[in-house]
């Protein structure tokens, strides 16, 4: 049988550079590799049914978007190969309106929501005016298992008309109705963060939600503005979702709370900053990219 460290699967043109770093850093420490895509995947599939092939780890940034590779990730599975991030995991910290009631039970700060059923189990529907009015003008509109990178989100919403039409868009979705959250200014940025949870370490960084820029978020920086608290909120995070990498969304506001805006996402963008101009910060992907190094060396048999 031929055995591998690390498994790598992805289809996104924009993870070559990512994928070739991991391999870059992974090969220079005696981590082994095997590159997944489109081009192989059939017969990854075969070689791993027939017991010809192994995945010591396996990272798995295609099967949201190719039924072949969530297929593959089942076999995998049985293989007892360890999988970042767990598929059962994943069904769960995805769905916004299970993560929003266990964030809040966790003792976590939410924006204040009302939870809608999806239009194909329930097209009728009753909000009270008075619920309506506790989320304020404008809103949000969010379906609950379907977006990434702000896909099908409503972020000014100000109508019950708007949420009766969004409903029929994903009509299998739960949708949730969110107050608008706005951040501090902390000398010239706004207070609004993504923070990465990477192989049992955190990494904040800013982000600034108008324009999706990152910037770099010093020692000093979280000194100074007491941001402590983003690692321990994202710890929490990883701890209830059982995920080893994603990021989640962070806002400071006047009065000192920290609001957990978007709850996990389990695929990051992993485009280099120095390559494109709303990337992450290239010393950040190196530091996820060691924390993965680190990890596979500390639970490799």
């Not at 194909?120 to 298992?145: R, T, W």
Request: hydrophobic share 40%; proline share 3%; net charge neutral.
């Amino acid at each position: 049988m031929e055995t591998y460290d690390l498994g790598l699967a992805y289809l996104w043109e924009f993870d070559v550079d990512f994928i070739a770093s991991i391999e870059y850093c992974l090969h220079k420490n005696g981590i082994s590799t095997f590159v997944l895509g489109e081009h192989n995947v059939n017969e990854v599939v075969e070689r791993i049914q027939r017991r010809d092939l192994y995945f010591k780890f396996y990272f798995d940034r295609a099967s949201d978007v190719d039924d072949t590779f969530e297929a593959l990730g089942k076999t995998i599975t049985r293989k007892k190969t360890l999988i970042f991030n767990p598929y059962k995991n994943v069904r769960r910290a995805i769905d916004k309106a299970s993560m929003h009631l266990e964030f809040i039970t966790a003792g976590l700060h939410v924006p204040y929501s009302i939870i809608i059923p999806p239009y194909n189990h329930k097209q009728d529907m009753y909000i009270a005016l008075s619920e309506l009015a506790a989320v304020g003008l404008p809103f949000i509109i969010k379906p609950c298992n379907t977006t990434g990178g702000g896909l099908g989100v409503v972020t000014d919403a100000v109508t019950l008309k708007q949420i009766l039409e969004e409903r029929k868009t994903n009509t299998d979705d739960k949708y949730l109705i969110q107050e608008k959250i706005y951040p501090v200014m902390l000398d010239g940025k706004r207070a609004w963060f993504r923070c990465f949870w990477a192989f049992g370490s955190v990494i904040p960084v800013w982000w600034d939600d108008q324009t999706h820029l990152y910037t770099e978020m010093t020692k000093e920086e979280v000194k100074e503005f007491k941001l402590k608290k983003l690692f321990d909120i994202t710890r929490t995070i990883g701890k209830l979702t059982g995920l080893d990498f994603f990021s989640t969304e962070i806002v400071l506001t006047k009065n000192r709370k920290f609001i957990v805006i978007d709850y996990v996402n389990d695929q990051c963008d992993m485009r280099f900053k120095s390559k494109h101009y709303d990337g992450v910060p290239d010393n950040v992907i190196n530091q996820i990219i060691s924390n993965l190094l680190k990890f596979i060396i500390k639970f490799k048999k």
